[in-house]
């Protein structure tokens, strides 16, 4: 778990954040937000992303053949399964039957977790999901295609749908910046 203490030099815009990690209290440069809640003034960390270590994460997640999908069954149990998936924009997109059980679960809840299966280097993604606008899908099955030689276009397209998850929080350890914390969304 990280824990950041704010340490706000007078009224600059940029603060020190000192984050507990397994070598102890770190200090790392973030941008400081002063927002309003609720009628009162609270003061928010934001790390400044690495662009190398970005990359690194994109790349990765762009070269990955597989990653593992988390949803909820109405009854609160939980479903995991292995998918192909593109990342692209940001976001990841995956091609489910409409008959299958992670896209029934999606009709109770759309949160879902994802993982790729490498315990060594860890990528867990937590958003949300729903279907992909119908735009969207000529493009993707061609992504999917020059991936995986597949194109769910044709594996009885009434069936299939094109699924994108928008990612909320991204955790990440073990690719060498792990005293920058692990949440780098």
């Known amino acids: 778990m990280v824990v950041c203490a704010l340490a706000r030099k007078n009224s600059a815009r940029v603060s020190d954040c000192f984050c507990s990690s397994r070598k102890g209290w770190q200090r790392h440069a973030t941008t400081y937000l002063s927002v309003s809640l609720k009628g009162k003034k609270v003061d928010l960390a ?4 690495n662009p190398e270590r970005w990359r690194g994460i994109e790349a990765r997640l762009g070269r ?3 990653i593992w999908l988390a949803t909820v069954r109405s009854d609160g149990r939980p479903h995991l399964v292995p998918l192909w998936f593109i990342w692209l924009d940001g976001r990841i997109f995956v091609a489910t039957s409409s008959y299958s059980q992670k896209f029934v679960n999606l009709y109770h809840n759309q949160n879902v977790s994802l993982a790729l299966p490498d315990t060594e ?3 867990i993604i937590e958003g949300e999901a729903h ?5 969207a899908v000529d493009t993707l099955a061609n992504y999917f295609y020059d991936k995986y030689e597949w194109d769910f276009r044709y ?6 749908r094109l699924l994108e998850i928008t990612p909320h ?7 060498g910046y792990d005293n920058e914390g692990s949440r780098v969304l």
């Open 155 to 160: 594996d009885d397209s009434d069936e299939f």
């Open 169 to 175: 929080k991204i955790l990440v350890w073990g690719d």
């Open 121 to 123: 280097c860890a990528i």
């Open 64 to 66: 990955e053949s597989a």
């Open 131 to 135: 279907v992909a606008a119908h735009q």
């Open 46 to 49: 934001v790390r400044r992303r």
